[in-house]
């Protein structure tokens, strides 16, 4: 009885494991680079943080130099940087119906949605904003 209930269970009742595929860079892509659908590849297996499909990073921009055949994981890419370092960009402070507009200079590279740190061009003082889509360097009260 006992051997009738391994052969049972072994005959598929139990679910099987599936193994995911992995991100691999196909070539070794340099920093700042715009990922493109000839550059990613897919590797059997699975890795822990590695990306599971193109479409996870096609268009986004690499952080640091990323060596063919590597796993590519979320936080090797980011999105493009639509703002350079040392660049003139407005700096919005809005609470309620206040508004304050000025200049800064970008003390990083940044994308859309990400957090930037900016010099008011003013004041000299440092603020921490999110990037927008217009460049605009949005502070947070």
């Known amino acids: 009885m006992l051997g009738r209930a391994i052969l049972i269970a072994g005959s598929?009742?139990?679910?099987?494991?599936?193994?995911?595929?992995?991100?691999?860079?196909l070539h070794t892509m340099r920093a700042r680079t715009i990922v493109a659908p000839a550059d990613v590849g897919l590797q059997?297996?699975?890795?822990?943080?590695?990306?599971?499909?193109?479409?996870?990073?096609?268009?986004?921009e690499t952080r640091g130099v990323i060596y063919a055949g590597r796993p590519i994981r979320a936080r090797d890419l980011g999105?493009?940087?639509?703002?350079?370092?040392n660049q003139i960009i407005p700096l919005l402070f809005s609470r309620g119906s206040l508004e304050i507009r000025t200049e800064g200079r970008a003390l990083d590279r940044a994308g859309i949605g990400e957090t930037?740190?900016?010099?008011?061009?003013?004041?000299?003082?440092?603020?921490?904003?999110?990037?927008?889509?217009?460049?605009?360097?949005?502070?947070?009260?």
């Open 79 to 85: 999105q493009p940087a639509i703002v350079e370092r």
């Open 12 to 25: 598929g009742l139990l679910p099987g494991h599936a193994l995911a595929d992995t991100l691999v860079a």
């Open 44 to 60: 059997p297996g699975e890795m822990a943080g590695a990306l599971t499909g193109p479409e996870d990073a096609i268009g986004l």
């Open 116 to 141: 930037i740190r900016v010099m008011n061009a003013a004041s000299k003082t440092v603020v921490s904003a999110t990037l927008g889509a217009d460049g605009t360097a949005h502070v947070a009260p």
